[in-house]
């Protein structure tokens, strides 16, 4: 009988034979000893476990070994029994150790097999003349026959990939050969160069497990290398400040909230470094180092105003002021606080870094600072403000028509009222009116009152608001697109050498005098400065307007979304421009080839 017809046999035959019956089940795959359906489908959903069809030799090699010595677990070849290695270490593995397994047991069938076909090895002359004359007349019957085939029990290793583990599959002896003992096991590591790592509580016990045939074992399983960590810098101020206003549930704004300058001490700390720390070399199961990467250093960005302490961890403010990341290092501004108003008592102010003014501008004085400028209460009529940063005015902005204000980065504002508004970002208010508003980012005026009375506002994005114009039909206009702040400084170049002009004019009227001469001097140069200006301003211009397209330029993509559009609101893009005739509600205007849209 074949032996796949003495596996049909074993596995449905309703009175099976007493060595089969009493036989336990320890395998999902498809084993000669079977098992039920149930577990079957349970073991399968072991991702560790490696199934083999039937027609593998290692099932060949079972079958034989059964024959010789009875009872015999099932095969089991599970890589993680426990569940305690990686997912991704059982799934790279998986692959290699079919591909070993088939290569061991290959070799260990075609050894047995060889054995068995192999003439008995001959004995040396004198012995074989000695058993010819003795020999009766059936001995060269059983001379011809295969000697009996005998190998001890075969410890074989799978290795990872990366030397990590090490598993240990044994195949019994055949024959009269050497059962599976404790020094075979360590004698056969110690050939192998698996020295580290081993387990030894399971290798001293396993040559007496009933399972230690035909069952892989993890029995090493080496340190892996831990590369260090890169350094990391902790700050105590924030690297961006977000300039965001919140609306409250009334519909209110508090500018007082946005605390744009930090305010830091002499000495205080700014950031601290997390110095790197050492790999941590690893060890395989042949006892070999793995080298371990240190983690990367981080310097401390150190900048304007600031100096490391003496342990070179932590970054100090070497002056009081304000903290402000530049892109690539902290600086700290000198902050300058003025605790009434901007007034005779103080004079302008020119200051190189913050401003932090509690009361109000007056009238006829200019407040100039190269970081950030908040004012506590009001800029009255007349007065002007430039800030190299953002502008904060907690009450607003009350001019004559004369008032002027240039930011070089947003504007927060209560209220604006006859002023020019010169901000290269962007503009957040509660109610604008009869403004001249430049922008080249958006101008947003949807809290409070949230309109937008009198005067044009041009932005190159946006204009948001609630309500555009008045009822009583009060001229407003609004221009989108192109380069607002540009235009609005060469405007005021040109009005500057008007006044020149006008100025030099006057001066070659009169009669010579040493005056005159000085006047006259004083005027050109400026006169030419402004005229460099200019045209250093128009080629500017040209540069952009050759990056952009000349629609893109003049015309732009800008939007103006409001709630309500009155009467007499001019809306422009570029030389484009209409004249709301009558009152539109959730208005949105826009260019759409070339030709202005309100929806």
């Not at 560790?48 to 027609?55: D, R």
């Not at 075609?110 to 020999?135: F, L, M, V, Y």
């Amino acid at each position: 009988m074949s032996i796949r017809k003495k596996l049909k046999s074993l596995l449905f035959n309703p009175a099976p034979e007493k060595e089969a019956e009493n036989e336990p089940v320890h395998t999902v795959q498809a084993a000669p000893a079977g098992g039920s359906q149930e577990e079957l489908s349970f073991n399968n959903l072991n991702p560790a476990l490696l199934e083999l069809p039937q027609e593998h030799p290692l099932y060949q090699l079972y079958q034989m070994s059964r024959k010789t010595m009875g009872q015999l677990p099932a095969p089991r070849i599970c890589l993680d029994e426990d569940g305690t290695l990686p997912p991704e270490v059982v799934k790279r593995e998986k692959n290699r150790l079919r591909s070993v397994l088939n290569k061991a047991c290959t070799m260990r069938l075609k050894e047995i097999r060889g054995r068995r076909n192999k003439p008995p090895e001959k004995a040396k002359d004198k012995a074989k003349n000695n058993e010819k004359q003795e020999e009766k007349p059936d001995s060269k019957q059983k001379k011809n026959e295969p000697e009996a085939v005998s190998l001890d029990a075969l410890p074989c290793f799978f290795l990872s990939a990366d030397k990590l583990y090490a598993w240990l599959f044994v195949f019994p002896p055949v024959g009269k050969g050497k059962e599976l003992t404790r020094n075979l096991l360590y004698q056969a590591l110690a050939e192998r160069g698996i020295l580290y790592g081993l387990n030894t509580k399971l290798l001293d016990r396993l040559y007496r497990e009933q399972k230690r045939y035909f069952t892989l074992y993890l029995v090493a399983v080496g340190k892996p290398a831990f590369d260090g960590e890169n350094g990391n810098i902790i700050d105590n101020f924030p690297r961006v400040i977000e300039r965001v206003l919140e609306v409250d549930e009334y519909d209110q704004v508090d500018y007082t909230a946005l605390n744009l300058i930090r305010n830091v001490k002499q000495d205080q700390e700014i950031c601290r470094l997390i110095e790197p720390t050492e790999g941590e070399p690893g060890r395989t199961v042949l006892d070999q180092e793995i080298p371990a990467k240190g983690g990367r250093h981080v310097p401390l960005p150190k900048g304007r105003n600031t100096e490391i302490s003496e342990d070179g961890l932590s970054l100090l403010a070497s002056i009081a002021g304000h903290v402000e990341y530049t892109g690539r290092s902290f600086q700290v501004k000198p902050v300058l606080d003025i605790p009434g108003n901007v007034d005779f008592s103080t004079g302008s102010i020119n200051f190189l870094g913050d401003v932090n003014v509690a009361g109000d501008v007056l009238s006829g004085f200019t407040v100039r600072a190269m970081g950030n400028i908040q004012v506590g209460g009001v800029v009255e009529a007349g007065s002007t403000v430039e800030a190299g940063g953002d502008l904060i005015v907690v009450k607003g902005i009350l001019g004559d028509g004369s008032t002027v204000i240039r930011v070089q980065r947003s504007v927060f504002s209560k209220y604006i009222e006859n002023s020019t508004i010169f901000v290269r970002e962007n503009l957040q208010t509660d109610c604008i009116i009869n403004g001249q508003v430049y922008c080249d980012g958006e101008v947003v005026v949807r809290s409070g009152r949230g309109s937008i009375i009198g005067g044009r506002i041009w932005a190159a994005k946006m204009v948001s608001a609630r309500a555009v114009g008045s009822p009583s039909e009060c001229r407003t206009a609004i221009a989108l697109g192109g380069l607002p702040c540009t235009n609005f400084e060469r405007e005021m170049v040109k009005r500057e050498l008007k006044e020149l002009a006008v100025e030099v004019e006057k001066l070659e009227c009169q009669l010579d005098s040493p005056a005159k001469a000085s006047l006259l001097g004083k005027l050109r140069i400026r006169l030419s400065t402004a005229e460099l200006k200019l045209k250093q301003l128009e080629d500017d211009l040209l540069d952009i307007k050759l990056e952009m397209s000349e629609k893109e330029a003049e015309k732009g993509s800008g939007r103006l979304e409001c709630s309500v559009a009155y009467p007499e609101t001019e809306i422009s893009f570029g030389d484009e421009m209409i004249r709301l005739r009558q009152e539109s509600r959730q208005c949105v205007a826009k260019l759409v080839n070339g030709v202005i849209v309100v929806t």
